[in-house]
Protein backbone atom coordinates (compact mmCIF):
# COMPACT_ATOMS: atom_id res chain seq x y z
CA UNK A 1 0.00 0.00 0.00
CA UNK A 2 2.72 2.57 0.81
CA UNK A 3 4.85 1.90 -2.25
CA UNK A 4 4.17 4.44 -5.56
CA UNK A 5 6.71 4.49 -8.50
CA UNK A 6 9.60 6.66 -7.76
CA UNK A 7 10.67 5.14 -4.87
CA UNK A 8 8.82 3.77 -1.23
CA UNK A 9 6.53 6.34 0.34
CA UNK A 10 7.20 7.43 4.00
CA UNK A 11 4.12 6.31 6.00
CA UNK A 12 2.42 9.16 8.21
CA UNK A 13 3.45 8.97 12.60
CA UNK A 14 1.89 9.75 15.30
CA UNK A 15 2.43 9.58 18.73
CA UNK A 16 2.70 6.31 20.63
CA UNK A 17 1.12 7.17 23.95
CA UNK A 18 -0.37 10.71 25.61
CA UNK A 19 2.11 12.50 27.48
CA UNK A 20 1.41 15.68 29.73
CA UNK A 21 3.42 18.59 30.50
CA UNK A 22 2.93 21.97 32.26
CA UNK A 23 4.48 25.58 32.24
CA UNK A 24 3.80 29.54 31.58
CA UNK A 25 3.15 31.24 28.77
CA UNK A 26 5.83 33.32 27.50
CA UNK A 27 3.29 35.93 26.43
CA UNK A 28 0.40 35.59 29.02
CA UNK A 29 2.58 34.68 31.87
CA UNK A 30 -0.88 32.16 32.60
CA UNK A 31 0.16 28.56 33.83
CA UNK A 32 -1.01 26.29 31.12
CA UNK A 33 -1.42 22.68 31.12
CA UNK A 34 -0.70 20.97 27.99
CA UNK A 35 -1.32 17.14 26.81
CA UNK A 36 -0.20 15.71 23.64
CA UNK A 37 -2.45 13.02 22.59
CA UNK A 38 -2.05 10.26 19.05
CA UNK A 39 -4.20 11.93 16.45
CA UNK A 40 -5.47 9.47 13.20
CA UNK A 41 -4.40 9.05 9.99
CA UNK A 42 -4.94 12.25 7.69
CA UNK A 43 -6.06 14.34 10.27
CA UNK A 44 -2.98 16.58 10.59
CA UNK A 45 -2.23 18.69 14.09
CA UNK A 46 -5.24 19.86 16.18
CA UNK A 47 -5.20 22.24 18.56
CA UNK A 48 -8.05 21.67 21.75
CA UNK A 49 -8.78 24.53 24.02
CA UNK A 50 -10.26 23.45 27.12
CA UNK A 51 -11.33 25.13 30.34
CA UNK A 52 -13.21 27.93 28.07
CA UNK A 53 -17.64 28.11 29.07
CA UNK A 54 -17.83 27.28 25.47
CA UNK A 55 -15.22 24.52 25.16
CA UNK A 56 -13.54 22.28 24.10
CA UNK A 57 -12.82 24.13 20.75
CA UNK A 58 -11.06 22.91 18.10
CA UNK A 59 -8.49 24.47 15.80
CA UNK A 60 -6.50 22.92 12.89
CA UNK A 61 -2.91 23.93 13.39
CA UNK A 62 -2.89 24.78 9.24
CA UNK A 63 -2.51 28.63 7.64
CA UNK A 64 -6.26 29.15 7.00
CA UNK A 65 -6.37 29.51 10.99
CA UNK A 66 -3.79 31.46 11.65
CA UNK A 67 -3.70 35.26 12.51
CA UNK A 68 -0.83 37.98 12.36
CA UNK A 69 -0.08 38.73 16.29
CA UNK A 70 3.09 39.85 17.41
CA UNK A 71 6.09 38.22 18.12
CA UNK A 72 4.10 34.56 17.91
CA UNK A 73 1.92 32.53 15.59
CA UNK A 74 -1.62 32.42 16.41
CA UNK A 75 -4.71 30.15 15.93
CA UNK A 76 -7.83 31.56 16.29
CA UNK A 77 -11.04 29.50 15.94
CA UNK A 78 -13.37 31.67 13.50
CA UNK A 79 -16.89 30.95 15.06
CA UNK A 80 -16.22 31.71 18.73
CA UNK A 81 -12.61 33.33 18.55
CA UNK A 82 -11.07 31.33 20.78
CA UNK A 83 -7.32 31.59 20.44
CA UNK A 84 -4.44 29.61 21.02
CA UNK A 85 -0.62 31.47 20.84
CA UNK A 86 3.02 30.76 20.34
CA UNK A 87 2.29 27.72 18.62
CA UNK A 88 5.46 27.67 16.28
CA UNK A 89 8.07 25.90 18.76
CA UNK A 90 5.73 22.94 19.27
CA UNK A 91 4.85 23.01 15.75
CA UNK A 92 8.60 23.25 15.32
CA UNK A 93 9.25 20.06 17.35
CA UNK A 94 6.28 18.17 15.51
CA UNK A 95 7.61 18.86 12.00
CA UNK A 96 11.13 17.76 13.38
CA UNK A 97 10.30 14.61 15.05
CA UNK A 98 8.22 13.10 11.70
CA UNK A 99 5.17 13.43 13.92
CA UNK A 100 1.85 13.92 11.19
CA UNK A 101 -0.95 13.74 13.67
CA UNK A 102 -1.50 14.75 17.07
CA UNK A 103 -4.07 16.02 18.80
CA UNK A 104 -2.61 18.90 21.38
CA UNK A 105 -5.15 19.94 24.50
CA UNK A 106 -4.26 23.03 26.43
CA UNK A 107 -6.26 24.53 29.44
CA UNK A 108 -4.54 27.94 28.35
CA UNK A 109 -4.78 30.53 26.12
CA UNK A 110 -0.85 29.56 24.95
CA UNK A 111 1.22 26.85 24.01
CA UNK A 112 3.71 26.72 27.38
CA UNK A 113 6.95 28.43 26.52
CA UNK A 114 9.39 25.94 28.46
CA UNK A 115 13.14 26.73 28.32
CA UNK A 116 12.29 28.84 25.15
CA UNK A 117 13.51 26.30 22.61
CA UNK A 118 11.94 23.32 21.12
CA UNK A 119 13.81 20.79 23.15
CA UNK A 120 11.51 20.52 25.65
CA UNK A 121 8.86 19.27 23.27
CA UNK A 122 11.10 17.06 21.17
CA UNK A 123 12.10 15.24 24.80
CA UNK A 124 8.18 14.53 25.63
CA UNK A 125 7.58 13.58 21.79
CA UNK A 126 10.17 10.49 22.11
CA UNK A 127 9.19 9.99 25.88
CA UNK A 128 5.46 9.79 24.43
CA UNK A 129 7.20 7.30 21.25
CA UNK A 130 6.31 7.19 17.72
CA UNK A 131 3.83 5.03 15.70
CA UNK A 132 4.20 4.50 12.32
CA UNK A 133 0.24 4.92 10.27
CA UNK A 134 -0.60 2.77 7.96
CA UNK A 135 -1.02 5.89 5.53
CA UNK A 136 1.70 7.71 3.28
CA UNK A 137 2.75 11.46 4.74
CA UNK A 138 1.58 14.31 2.21
CA UNK A 139 4.04 16.92 1.46
CA UNK A 140 3.49 20.09 -0.67
CA UNK A 141 5.79 20.33 -3.45
CA UNK A 142 6.86 24.19 -4.53
CA UNK A 143 6.11 24.34 -8.20
CA UNK A 144 7.18 27.64 -8.96
CA UNK A 145 8.76 30.40 -7.19
CA UNK A 146 6.78 32.30 -4.75
CA UNK A 147 8.26 35.18 -2.79
CA UNK A 148 6.80 38.11 -0.36
CA UNK A 149 8.78 41.32 1.12
CA UNK A 150 8.45 44.24 3.20
CA UNK A 151 11.54 47.05 2.64
CA UNK A 152 14.13 45.08 4.60
CA UNK A 153 12.95 41.67 5.16
CA UNK A 154 11.58 39.27 2.20
CA UNK A 155 10.86 35.41 2.27
CA UNK A 156 10.67 33.19 -0.64
CA UNK A 157 9.74 29.48 -2.05
CA UNK A 158 11.24 28.00 -4.34
CA UNK A 159 11.03 24.25 -6.46
CA UNK A 160 13.68 22.11 -4.95
CA UNK A 161 14.64 18.05 -3.93
CA UNK A 162 13.71 18.00 -0.30
CA UNK A 163 13.01 20.23 2.22
CA UNK A 164 15.57 22.84 2.88
CA UNK A 165 16.05 25.87 5.05
CA UNK A 166 18.15 29.46 4.14
CA UNK A 167 17.81 32.00 6.77
CA UNK A 168 19.84 35.23 7.67
CA UNK A 169 19.48 37.61 10.33
CA UNK A 170 20.72 40.96 10.67
CA UNK A 171 20.44 42.94 13.98
CA UNK A 172 21.74 46.28 15.07
CA UNK A 173 23.50 44.43 18.15
CA UNK A 174 27.19 43.48 18.26
CA UNK A 175 26.08 40.03 19.95
CA UNK A 176 23.65 39.25 17.19
CA UNK A 177 25.01 41.05 14.36
CA UNK A 178 24.08 38.98 10.74
CA UNK A 179 24.36 35.29 11.37
CA UNK A 180 22.95 32.33 8.59
CA UNK A 181 22.07 28.89 8.24
CA UNK A 182 21.42 26.74 5.93
CA UNK A 183 19.74 23.20 6.56
CA UNK A 184 18.03 20.74 4.66
CA UNK A 185 15.53 19.62 7.35
CA UNK A 186 15.98 16.27 8.61
CA UNK A 187 14.93 14.51 12.19
CA UNK A 188 18.23 14.33 13.11
CA UNK A 189 19.80 17.81 11.79
CA UNK A 190 17.14 19.12 13.37
CA UNK A 191 17.60 17.69 17.19
CA UNK A 192 21.15 18.59 16.65
CA UNK A 193 21.49 21.46 14.84
CA UNK A 194 18.06 23.65 15.76
CA UNK A 195 15.72 21.99 18.21
CA UNK A 196 18.02 23.62 21.42
CA UNK A 197 18.22 27.27 20.25
CA UNK A 198 15.76 29.89 22.21
CA UNK A 199 13.93 32.70 21.10
CA UNK A 200 15.78 35.75 22.34
CA UNK A 201 14.82 39.69 23.26
CA UNK A 202 16.16 42.61 24.20
CA UNK A 203 16.35 44.59 27.32
CA UNK A 204 15.22 47.75 26.48
CA UNK A 205 12.31 46.37 25.00
CA UNK A 206 11.55 44.17 27.89
CA UNK A 207 8.92 47.42 29.54
CA UNK A 208 7.58 48.36 25.84
CA UNK A 209 6.99 44.83 25.63
CA UNK A 210 5.12 44.41 28.94
CA UNK A 211 3.58 47.91 27.81
CA UNK A 212 1.71 45.41 24.86
CA UNK A 213 0.79 42.68 27.31
CA UNK A 214 3.89 40.81 26.13
CA UNK A 215 6.47 39.02 27.57
CA UNK A 216 4.73 39.11 30.89
CA UNK A 217 6.07 35.51 31.83
CA UNK A 218 9.17 35.88 29.46
CA UNK A 219 13.01 35.31 31.97
CA UNK A 220 16.49 34.17 31.51
CA UNK A 221 14.88 30.99 32.46
CA UNK A 222 12.99 30.57 28.66
CA UNK A 223 14.42 33.47 26.87
CA UNK A 224 18.32 34.79 25.81
CA UNK A 225 18.19 37.87 27.22
CA UNK A 226 20.70 40.77 25.68
CA UNK A 227 21.68 44.02 27.30
CA UNK A 228 24.00 46.25 24.87
CA UNK A 229 26.83 43.81 24.17
CA UNK A 230 26.28 41.66 27.10
CA UNK A 231 24.25 38.13 27.45
CA UNK A 232 22.71 38.57 30.50
CA UNK A 233 21.66 34.49 30.98
CA UNK A 234 25.02 33.02 33.32
CA UNK A 235 25.34 30.48 31.12
CA UNK A 236 26.07 32.24 27.78
CA UNK A 237 24.42 30.69 24.49
CA UNK A 238 23.93 26.92 23.77
CA UNK A 239 25.20 27.47 20.12
CA UNK A 240 27.26 30.21 18.97
CA UNK A 241 24.79 31.46 16.41
CA UNK A 242 22.19 30.82 18.44
CA UNK A 243 20.19 33.77 17.05
CA UNK A 244 19.43 32.47 13.55
CA UNK A 245 19.34 28.92 14.72
CA UNK A 246 16.30 30.00 16.50
CA UNK A 247 14.87 31.84 13.51
CA UNK A 248 15.18 28.82 11.64
CA UNK A 249 13.03 27.12 14.50
CA UNK A 250 10.26 29.27 14.16
CA UNK A 251 10.41 29.25 10.33
CA UNK A 252 10.28 25.41 10.52
CA UNK A 253 7.40 25.69 12.72
CA UNK A 254 5.48 28.16 10.86
CA UNK A 255 6.05 26.07 7.71
CA UNK A 256 4.13 23.39 8.90
CA UNK A 257 0.91 25.25 8.71
CA UNK A 258 1.16 24.43 5.10
CA UNK A 259 -0.48 20.79 6.55
CA UNK A 260 2.96 19.07 6.20
CA UNK A 261 6.10 19.47 5.35
CA UNK A 262 6.83 21.39 2.32
CA UNK A 263 9.27 20.07 -0.38
CA UNK A 264 11.51 23.07 -2.06
CA UNK A 265 13.47 25.38 -0.34
CA UNK A 266 12.59 28.41 2.01
CA UNK A 267 14.76 31.40 2.06
CA UNK A 268 14.15 34.13 4.43
CA UNK A 269 16.21 37.10 4.81
CA UNK A 270 14.85 39.03 8.37
CA UNK A 271 11.35 37.32 8.24
CA UNK A 272 9.19 37.07 10.96
CA UNK A 273 6.03 34.82 12.00
CA UNK A 274 3.76 37.62 9.82
CA UNK A 275 5.52 37.28 6.66
CA UNK A 276 5.66 33.77 6.55
CA UNK A 277 2.15 33.40 7.25
CA UNK A 278 1.56 35.80 3.86
CA UNK A 279 4.04 33.35 2.10
CA UNK A 280 1.71 30.76 2.95
CA UNK A 281 -1.25 32.85 2.14
CA UNK A 282 0.57 34.10 -1.33
CA UNK A 283 1.22 30.24 -2.20
CA UNK A 284 -2.27 28.61 -1.51
CA UNK A 285 -3.68 31.48 -3.46
CA UNK A 286 -1.92 30.37 -6.67
CA UNK A 287 -3.40 26.74 -7.67
CA UNK A 288 0.14 26.64 -9.59
CA UNK A 289 2.48 27.02 -7.11
CA UNK A 290 2.33 24.17 -5.30
CA UNK A 291 0.80 20.72 -5.50
CA UNK A 292 0.12 17.70 -2.54
CA UNK A 293 1.57 14.64 -2.83
CA UNK A 294 2.99 11.30 -1.27
CA UNK A 295 6.10 11.74 0.36
CA UNK A 296 9.23 9.46 -0.78
CA UNK A 297 12.06 8.07 0.24
CA UNK A 298 13.68 10.57 -2.56
CA UNK A 299 12.51 13.37 -0.64
CA UNK A 300 14.63 12.14 2.43
CA UNK A 301 17.70 11.57 0.34
CA UNK A 302 19.84 14.61 -0.57
CA UNK A 303 21.98 17.71 1.14
CA UNK A 304 21.45 21.19 0.53
CA UNK A 305 23.68 21.57 -2.19
CA UNK A 306 22.04 21.31 -5.39
CA UNK A 307 19.37 23.65 -4.70
CA UNK A 308 21.18 26.67 -3.07
CA UNK A 309 22.19 28.72 -5.79
CA UNK A 310 19.23 29.03 -7.80
CA UNK A 311 17.35 30.12 -4.38
CA UNK A 312 19.61 32.48 -3.41
CA UNK A 313 18.62 34.02 -7.23
CA UNK A 314 15.42 33.62 -6.61
CA UNK A 315 15.93 35.82 -3.13
CA UNK A 316 17.85 38.12 -4.49
CA UNK A 317 15.10 39.21 -6.65
CA UNK A 318 12.72 39.30 -3.79
ZN1 LIG B 1 10.50 31.44 18.54
Not at 27 to 48: C, E, Q, W, Y
Not at 254 to 269: E, N
Amino acid sequence: MLVRSGGHAIPQNTLKNSIQCSGIGLHSGAKVNMTLHPGAPDTGILFRRTGLPSSPVEIPATWEYAIETPLCTTLVDPAGGAKIATIEHLMSALLGCGIDNAEIELDGPEVPVMDGSAAPFVFLIECAGTLRQDAPRRVIEIMKDVSVSEPDRAIALSPGINMSVDFEIEFDSPVVARQSWSMHVNEGAYKRDISRARTFGFLHEVDRMRAMGLARGGSLDNAIVIDGDQILNPGGLRYENEFVRHKVLDLIGDLFLAGGPVIGLTRGVRAGHALTLRLLQTLFADRDAWRLRDMTEADLAYGMGAVTPPARAVAARA
